[in-house]
């Protein structure tokens, strides 16, 4: 079973306030993904990533940097946060971008107040 | 791009009934439906897939239907239980491009 690890489970901070989420998958899977879930409108993606050095736009990538730095780890920064970037981020894991399945972390809950 | 619509925001079955969760979407070249479930505080993890090449699927009590001129599919979950309870999320992708998720269907299995 594919392993996606992302730390913390749980963050807080203000607004204006800056936020690293960190990711690691240990399945040398090519694609990892940044998705944010809202109340009302499912999952979003953020960024995704098809290597490390590599950054692809999602739907939703205003007020987000993303880095891949190896195959393994993927980060979403978050450098001025805002209350409305309050929400539940899961990382995702996936050996290819399509026809495969993704693989979820546990998901890191951030409220910014 | 493309656009998944999942039909019923929320869904309510008795234990032992049929629980049918129904999805669209909008590019016709589309060829691969996984589904996904989300349990109560929880991530979420794959259940069921379907690709453009069949029709229908089953693994034990989830059945996928896949109607491409209608370009909708369904996730069936027979003799439902009080362990199906979760948020399902259908999703679409085309060959080389990223996966498309709908909003997600809350499902109750009530005693």
């Known amino acids: 079973e594919a392993a996606v690890t992302q730390s913390p489970r749980n963050k807080v901070t203000v607004t204006g306030g800056n936020v690293t989420l960190s990711c690691r998958q240990t399945n040398s899977h090519n694609y990892m993904y940044w998705y944010r879930q809202d109340t009302g409108h499912g999952l979003r993606l953020i960024h995704y990533?098809?290597?490390?050095?590599?950054?692809q736009i999602g739907d939703v990538p205003d007020g987000y940097k993303a880095t891949r730095t190896t195959q393994e780890d993927f980060f979403l920064l978050l450098e001025l946060a805002s209350p409305s970037q309050t929400s539940l981020y899961f990382c995702?894991?996936?050996?290819?971008?399509?026809?495969?399945?993704?693989?979820f972390g546990h998901g890191t809950k951030l409220s910014v107040l | 791009g493309e656009k998944v619509e999942q039909h019923e925001s929320t869904l309510s079955v008795r234990e032992g009934d049929s629980a049918v969760i129904n999805c669209t979407y909008t590019?016709?070249?589309?060829?691969?439906f996984p589904w996904y479930k989300q349990e109560a505080g929880k991530s979420l993890h794959f259940v069921i897939d379907?690709?453009?090449?069949?029709d229908r699927k089953q693994s034990q009590r989830l059945i996928v239907l896949l109607d491409k001129k209608a370009k909708r599919f369904s996730l069936h979950i027979t003799a439902t239980q009080p362990e199906d309870s979760a948020i399902y999320f259908c999703?679409?992708?085309?060959?080389?491009?990223?996966?498309?998720f709908g909003d997600g269907t809350q499902l109750v299995v009530k005693p």
């Open positions: 379907i690709r453009s090449n069949v």
């Open positions: 990533s098809y290597g490390a050095g590599n950054l």
């Open positions: 999703a679409a992708s085309r060959s080389n491009n990223r996966i498309f």
């Open positions: 995702a894991s996936s050996a290819q971008i399509s026809n495969e399945r993704l693989f």
């Open positions: 590019d016709t070249a589309s060829s691969y």
